[in-house]
């Protein structure tokens, strides 16, 4: 529990503050808007629903303008950038940028509900006042007349009697912009499941492109004034307080109490969401701007398992360590942009991409560059963004865990590492790495090969062999696999892999492992990172939690995941 | 995108779509607005929609994740077989469902969600191949729609006679049995892949 809290202290202190706000903003607004004497006559008809929806639509306004910032990825790269001062707690808050971008829309979704709900009641309310003839103050204010000349000004929208909600809320501008929006707000949640988001991207992708419906809507949805409240000259000239008991004469000349006067209040949510529509309309322009320059593909290799590498130059790229790009294949998609992480390291003259065939669009991009005869397809490319990896260097000893095609981040780590071994550099603040490579079957070890091979010898030239441990896990084992492992058992090299380090099966024990790195370095700080699924996440997170020292000073491990 | 199965997507909409269904015939019923018994349809119609999407179909490539606790109603479900099975059946039922709520405010999002889930089946269920051309499916369907108006034709004219002559039953006969055997072969065509684990 305690080593729970030192590792997400300013996560929990964030959704606190973010909750506080949200339940501020409701209280305030619903207090507002049950006392205050503006809005006396209106709460005569609807009650304590007006509260409810107008408490509601300002925490709608809050969470719509925080809705766009997490997805406005060149800010938070910039951030993360000018932020190397900060303390590395802040600056891992960045990586979880969607989980509060969920954490929003299922607010908004809440909201959404709120306010539906509590305007259900109230056109309920404004119809039944219309029809109701029995001359009470409601069926009076009702009956102001919306014709400006006759020297009134209206409370209840529905005009006459025979005007159902269903007309006034196709009719008017703010319900057929809630309409349009909450049903743009359904069709982007239903289509972001985890499992459609998984399954199936380019639903997601598009579908959620509704947003634009959404925050249009927003913008315009309060013109049509129909929350109304009285006017600040007819409160002075007759205070509710006084003449609400007097209506029925407030047609006679001699009543000191005259008919009320209403307005409607103004729209306020555009001032909310008009700095984060600019800002992201920025990104979208960066992100295009930076797509548009000339991508030269130099190299293309097809490693077995059906993995493309794409070695490529730009003009003006720079990256650091486990950067991700985006990529895009116009040939394929004009409008599908995919992120893969950089597996090239910064001291190289060119960045390179390792793509697996794992949907459509990867297939197809497969297929289109596998043809020998025909022009190799045009890429266009938008990067490099930051995630956790880049702090590796930043700790003592680090542990890195890759399942799968999950390893290449670390695979640009490792390059990195070779390359500032030659020159010497003494500023790496690395003293140690573990690696552990978790992969499912054989053929997907040969196109990382040729690094491994490469370091090994490295390590044994500068005479460095403890720095770097590695070791790989084969899952998909099976009794053939394993019988020849034993046959070759004295053998130098492995069998699969012709590495030094032997190949072993199954999956790691994290325990012993861990155990092992916490007895090894019993005063330093470990990051673990990790590359792979959510199951294995759990398993490192606890394992984290359980061999952290509660004494700052001994050993710490800090949990570092990969967001895609 | 041609890997893309749209049914999926439909499933998680109409499910969604059965939640604010029931919402919203809960607001409206509990509220007494006017014509408030649409509300109380508008739960029982969602509270069937919820159960009947609940179970999530088979994917064709790939593996599926289970929702939690869905293999006793898959059970109920695979009872009524073909008709649950083909999503023609399913975009119908959707669309029918969604009408008779469309009558009240407070359920009239749920009638639009529903309506663009049915949408989305009725997209699945004619194949990319064969969109804009008349499909061997598009016949059945056609030759059915022309069986049952047929079959309710003998029907209104058995009514209008009264039993008056034996020739008009005789007539009756072959219209009804041209229906009956047209849904069968609809029905039974099925849908192309097992929609459960």
């Known amino acids: ?564 | 995108m041609g890997q893309i199965e749209w049914a999926m997507w439909a499933n998680e909409q109409a499910l969604a779509s059965g939640l604010i269904l029931i919402t919203g015939g809960i607001v409206a019923t509990a509220g007494r607005f006017t014509q408030w018994y649409f509300g109380a349809y508008s739960i029982v119609a969602g509270v069937f929609v919820c159960l009947l999407e609940y179970p999530r179909g088979k994917r064709k490539k790939g593996s599926t994740m289970e929702r939690w606790g869905q293999k006793y109603m898959t059970s109920v479900v695979k009872l009524f077989g073909p008709l649950t099975r083909n999503y023609y059946v399913r975009a119908v039922l959707h669309l029918l469902l969604s009408v008779p709520a469309g009558f009240l405010l407070a359920t009239i999002l749920g009638t639009a969600c529903l309506a663009i889930a049915s949408g989305i089946y009725l997209l699945v269920s004619v194949p990319p191949a064969h969109r804009g051309k008349r499909t061997q499916n598009q016949t059945q369907v056609a030759k059915c729609v022309c069986g049952v108006k047929c079959a309710v034709r003998s029907v209104c004219a058995f009514h209008v006679c009264k039993w008056s002559s034996v020739s008009r039953l005789i007539d009756l006969i072959p219209s009804s049995c041209q229906a009956l055997i047209w849904a069968v072969a609809l029905f039974s065509r099925g849908h192309p892949h097992d929609p459960w684990l």
């Open chain 1, 1 to 564: 529990m305690g080593n729970w809290v030192v590792n997400h202290w300013f996560s929990v202190l964030f959704l606190a503050v973010w909750l506080g706000l949200n339940v501020f903003l409701f209280v305030d607004a619903f207090l507002k808007y049950e006392t205050a004497d503006r809005y006396y006559y209106t709460r005569k008809i609807l009650g304590s629903t007006l509260a409810c929806a107008r408490a509601s639509a300002l925490c709608l306004n809050f969470n719509s303008m925080l809705i766009l910032l997490p997805v406005c990825r060149s800010l938070l790269s910039f951030l993360r950038g000018t932020c190397s001062f900060c303390s590395r707690t802040l600056r891992k808050q960045l990586d979880h940028n969607l989980t509060f971008h969920k954490l929003v829309a299922y607010m908004i979704c809440l909201h959404t509900a709120i306010h539906i709900i509590a305007h259900l009641f109230n056109f309920d309310r404004y119809s039944r006042s219309r029809q109701a003839t029995d001359g009470s103050l409601v069926s009076i204010l009702s009956s102001l007349s919306h014709d400006e000349t006759k020297g009134g000004s209206w409370l209840n929208p529905i005009q006459f009697r025979n005007m159902t909600v269903e007309y006034v809320t196709f009719t008017s501008i703010a319900g057929l912009t809630g309409v349009i929006m909450t049903i743009a707000l359904i069709l982007m949640v239903t289509s972001a499941t985890e499992f459609i988001r998984r399954s199936y991207f380019e639903v997601f992708w598009y579908t959620h492109h509704l947003f634009i419906f959404y925050i249009l809507g927003l913008g315009i949805h309060g013109i049509g004034g129909i929350v109304r409240g009285q006017t600040e000259e007819s409160i002075n000239e007759g205070h509710p307080h006084k003449c609400a008991e007097y209506f029925e004469m407030w047609n006679n000349h001699d009543c000191r109490c005259r008919r009320p006067e209403f307005e409607g209040q103004p729209p306020e949510s555009w001032k909310w969401i008009l700095a984060p529509v600019i800002l992201y309309i920025c990104e979208r322009i960066l992100r295009f701007y930076r797509s548009q320059q000339k991508v030269v593909i130099t190299k293309v290799v097809m490693h077995p398992s059906k993995v493309l590498e794409l070695q490529m130059n730009k003009r003006g790229f720079s990256m650091e360590v486990g950067q991700y790009i985006f990529v895009n294949c116009p040939s394929i998609s004009p409008l599908e942009w995919h992120p893969f992480t950089l597996t090239s390291a910064p001291e190289e003259d060119f960045f390179s991409i390792h793509i697996r065939a794992a949907g459509d669009w990867t297939e197809n991009l497969i297929r289109a560059f596998e043809q020998q005869y025909s022009p190799i397809p045009r890429i266009e490319v938008d990067g490099p963004f930051g995630t956790a990896s880049e702090d590796v260097f930043q700790y003592e000893v680090a542990v890195l865990v890759g399942a799968g095609i999950g390893v290449t981040p670390f695979a640009s780590i490792l390059k990195s590492i070779w390359y500032k071994f030659q020159c010497a550099d003494h500023n790496l603040k690395t003293k140690k790495i573990y690696f552990y490579w978790i992969c499912r079957e054989t053929g997907a070890f040969s196109w990382f090969n040729d690094l491994l091979t490469s370091l090994e010898k490295e390590m044994e030239e500068l005479g460095k062999v403890g720095f770097l441990n590695y070791r790989l896990f084969l899952t998909g084992w099976d009794s053939n696999i394993v019988g020849h492992a034993a046959l070759n058992f004295d053998k130098a090299t492995d069998i699969l892999t012709g590495l030094k380090q032997k190949t072993s099966f199954g999956r790691p024990m994290w325990d012993n492992e861990f155990s092992t790195i916490a007895t090894s370095h019993p005063k330093s700080v470990v990051g673990v990172f990790l590359c792979g699924p959510q199951t294995l996440a759990k398993s490192l997170r606890k394992c984290c939690h359980r061999y952290s020292s509660l004494d700052p000073r001994k050993v710490q491990f800090y949990f570092n995941k990969e967001n895609f």
